[in-house]
């Protein structure tokens, strides 16, 4: 079946630095690949997502690649903030059948930016 | 608009009680479903439903039960609380149609929910 890998957490970084969490997937067909975020408290939210091979996913500076040779879509930031402090998964969902909103998540990687 | 609403946000319960988690949407969505989070392990799909009347079983639906008798309303069921469903509970929506609008899950703000 389906699956997603994420990189071991916790991560801890300082403000400004540079950020890649990784993430590879195993799945048949041509599945759409996600990154949530949760915020403390809060559920989840769509933070970018790609539908294709080659898409690139942006959103708040953060940016992810859907790469199909390597299975892999990994979340990169130039320059985190403090307020980047949260849990962050990789998802994915395959196309056809009955699975309209049908995610599988990876195990989610908690991050930390100190000031 | 207030999307996904989950009551209540925290519940204790006694092993062997009953009760129903809450899910609400105002965003006309057809596809409504319930996840819970566990350390490690991500969100793991329990149950689903793509419209009024149809539900489904997702990858842990043991102990848990489903109805779907509004378009708005998917409540989550335990019949008798095990430890084991200690969790955060996590209920989304998303459209059915649409193209690429449907791959897009809204969640609610999480139940946690304490089995002792």
């Known amino acids: 079946g389906d699956s997603v890998t994420q990189m071991e957490g916790p991560v801890t970084l300082s403000e400004e630095a540079f950020l890649t969490i990784n993430c590879t997937y195993t799945?048949?067909?041509?599945?759409?690949l996600f990154w949530y975020v949760q915020y403390p408290g809060e559920g989840l939210q769509l933070l970018l997502k790609?539908?294709?091979?080659?898409d690139k996913g942006s959103n708040k500076g953060f940016e992810a690649t859907y790469r199909k040779e390597t299975t892999s879509f990994h979340l990169e930031k130039g320059s985190v903030q403090v307020s980047d402090s949260a849990v962050y998964f990789c998802?994915?969902?395959?196309?056809?059948?009955?699975?309209?909103?049908?995610?599988?998540f990876g195990q989610g990687t908690i991050l930390t930016v100190h000031p | 608009n207030a999307g996904v609403t989950q009551t209540p946000k925290f519940q204790v319960l006694k092993t062997g009680q009953s009760m129903t988690l809450q899910c609400a949407q105002d965003?006309?969505?057809?596809?409504m479903s319930w996840y819970r989070q566990d350390p490690g392990m991500g969100l793991r799909l329990i149950h689903y439903?793509?419209?009024?009347?149809?539900?489904d079983q997702g990858e842990v639906p043991n102990g848990y039960n489903v109805s779907r008798s509004t378009t708005e309303d998917f409540p989550l069921r335990l019949l008798s609380a095990a430890p084991s469903q200690t969790s955060v509970y996590f209920c989304?929506?998303?459209?059915?149609?649409?193209?690429?609008?449907?791959?897009?899950?809204?969640f609610g703000a999480g139940t946690r929910l304490s089995v002792l």
């Open positions: 989304a929506s998303s459209l059915t149609s649409g193209g690429l609008a449907k791959n897009i899950q809204y």
């Open positions: 799945a048949t067909g041509y599945p759409s």
């Open positions: 790609a539908t294709k091979a080659d």
């Open positions: 998802a994915l969902k395959n196309a056809g059948g009955t699975s309209y909103g049908k995610l599988t």
């Open positions: 965003m006309n969505h057809e596809y």
């Open positions: 439903s793509v419209g009024a009347g149809i539900t």
